[in-house]
């Protein structure tokens, strides 16, 4: 990997203070926010914890991010569809790390070439990161839409995830990203560095 490669996690602006804090915590951490906001599809959450991976751990276990912005997830999270809450963008952040800052605070990682509940997903291992450019469909992660009759794998391959497995120190997160300047305020009045966000509505639907 000669050039950083970045990850993106979605979380409500108000799980911001206990990352500020804690960092990343998993749900089974000593440190796990108590009082967390999740987002998201919970049936999908939910069946991770039904999937085993190679090395006898479950997907659940693991904290997933994805490669790229504007996924679908995001989409069905600011419309609220399928049974999903509504969240509006400007409650919503992205903490941005990369595969470089993970392996520098020495966490173990998986990550799929697709969505990982999807099983035409393959799943590949810290030994496969040097390969992770040929490995990913880096057209399809950065595509701005995924509907398309002549691929009907795009969704799948856009949604493609990084696992990172334990607690993620707040030292790992590059940055947050939000949707405007009063996102910004907000970050600014948890205490995060102004330095450290940046914002644009192209990262959002």
Same mark, same amino acid.
């Given at each position: 990997?000669?050039?950083?490669?970045y990850?993106?996690?979605?979380?409500?602006?108000e799980?911001?203070?206990?990352?500020l804090?804690?960092g990343?915590?998993h749900?089974d951490?000593?440190?796990r926010?108590?009082?967390?906001?999740?987002?998201?599809?919970?049936?999908?959450?939910?069946?991770r914890t039904?999937?085993?991976?190679?090395?006898?751990?479950k997907?659940?276990?693991?904290?997933?991010?994805?490669?790229?912005?504007r996924?679908?997830?995001l989409?069905? &999270?600011? =419309?609220?569809?399928?049974?999903?809450?509504?969240?509006? #963008?400007?409650?919503i952040?992205?903490? !941005? $790390?990369?595969?470089?800052?993970?392996?520098?605070?020495?966490l173990?990682?998986v990550?799929?070439d697709?969505?990982?509940?999807?099983?035409f997903?393959q799943?590949?291992?810290s030994e496969?990161?040097?390969e992770i450019?040929?490995?990913?469909d880096?057209?399809a992660i950065n595509s701005r839409?995924?509907?398309?009759?002549?691929?009907?794998?795009?969704?799948?391959?856009?949604?493609?995830?990084?696992?990172?497995?334990?607690?993620?120190?707040?030292?790992? &997160?590059? =940055?947050?990203?939000?949707s405007?300047q009063n996102s910004m #305020?907000?970050l600014i009045?948890?205490? !995060? $560095?102004?330095n450290?966000?940046?914002?644009?509505?192209?990262?959002?639907?």
């Open positions: 990997m000669e050039k950083e490669i990850l993106f996690r979605l979380t409500h602006i799980n911001i203070p206990h990352i804090k804690n990343i915590t749900v951490s000593e440190n926010n108590k009082d967390y906001i999740s987002i998201g599809d919970s049936s999908l959450i939910n069946t039904e999937i085993i991976l190679g090395n006898g751990k997907i659940s276990e693991y904290t997933p991010f994805y490669f790229g912005t996924m679908p997830m989409y069905v &999270i600011q =419309n609220g569809h399928n049974g999903v809450k509504q969240v509006s #963008k400007e409650n952040v992205y903490s !941005v $790390s990369s595969i470089q800052k993970i392996i520098s605070v020495n173990d990682y990550f799929f697709g969505h990982a509940r999807n099983s997903s799943c590949y291992s496969d990161v040097g450019n040929e490995i990913l880096w057209n839409y995924w509907k398309n009759e002549n691929d009907t794998d795009l969704k799948r391959r856009k949604a493609a995830e990084f696992l990172v497995h334990g607690d993620i120190s707040y030292s790992a &997160i590059i =940055n947050f990203l939000v405007g #305020k907000k009045d948890f205490g !995060v $560095s102004e450290m966000i940046k914002t644009s509505g192209e990262w959002f639907f």
